[in-house]
């Protein structure tokens, strides 16, 4: 054992007599890429078993896996062989660790506050343990007062977790007997194209009115009629500065306007 801890590199054949206790002896001294490979091999298994638990949670078994065999070689890296603890028992929560912080960052479609995250599972855990309880399906009430918050939240937490998986927009409902059935697309509303432009037209009107005759012809040539600086200068018999200052002005009294309605 005592040549082994001399700096010496080792090939996988070289590993297969020897223990794990000593591969992470060894590692600990020398942190030797092939004994870690080694010890990675032999323990992959745990990964396999904790990422098979969390399948069809929204996210693909092969990157769940992914992050588990990289919780396993920080765990690895972390290991004291000489506390005397079981690498499994040491490993697991780290494993579990990785996953749940990485389901926290790209497990849902849309990022919801980590705190909204947080009370959506605990309603899902409260759902269960009431349904148990109650021995009827719990009410939002029920949830508020068990978990010590308002029902406000707790609408707004299970509003959140249905984000957690997104829905196919070709997912199909019964059209009530019709022939064709009506997919989730066709039920989505979209934005009335007209409704902003009727918003900022009915503004422009109000805030015209309040202009004196010339500003509301320097405005109505300066964007309405795309004319230029220079030619309102001609029409009105004034330095382009002047239509210049004056063009400033009215934007700025537009832009208080806007600010005192929104």
């Known amino acids: 054992m005592e040549n082994l801890l001399n700096g010496k590199k080792y090939s996988k054949e070289s590993l297969t007599d020897l223990n794990s206790k000593e ?14 490979n080694e010890l990675v091999n032999r323990y992959l298994y745990i990964a396999e078993i ?9 996210i693909d078994y092969e990157d769940i ?25 040491f490993a697991t929560p780290t ?24 009370l959506s599972k605990k309603v899902n855990n409260a759902k269960v343990v009431l349904h148990q309880t109650l021995q009827r399906v719990p ?61 900022n037209k009915d503004f422009l009107v109000k805030c015209l009115e309040k202009l004196n005759h010339m500003e509301k012809q320097i405005i109505k ?15 009105f018999e004034v330095s382009q500065m002047t239509i210049s200052r004056m063009e400033k002005k009215i934007i700025k009294k537009l832009q208080n306007d806007m600010q005192s309605l929104s």
């Open 139 to 199: 009410k939002v009430s029920d949830i508020a007062e068990y978990l010590e918050c308002t029902e406000e939240e707790v609408l707004e937490a299970m509003e959140a977790s249905q984000v957690y998986t997104p829905k196919s927009l070709e997912l199909s409902y019964d059209n009530n007997g019709e022939d064709k059935d009506v997919t989730l697309m066709d039920l989505i509303g979209e934005e009335d194209k007209d409704f902003a432009s009727l918003e």
């Open 50 to 58: 904790l990422s098979k638990k969390y399948i069809n949670k929204g």
């Open 23 to 36: 591969l992470f002896a060894i590692y600990s001294e020398n942190k030797d890429r092939t004994i870690r």
């Open 221 to 235: 040539a300066r964007f309405f009629n795309n004319e230029t600086q220079s030619q309102v200068a001609k029409k």
């Open 65 to 89: 896996f992914q992050i588990a065999s990289l919780g396993l070689i920080y765990a690895i890296e972390r290991f004291d062989v000489s506390k005397g603890f079981e690498f499994s028992s």
């Open 95 to 118: 494993i579990i660790g990785e996953i749940k912080k990485y389901f926290r960052d790209k497990g849902w479609a849309i990022r919801v506050p980590r705190r909204i995250q947080e």
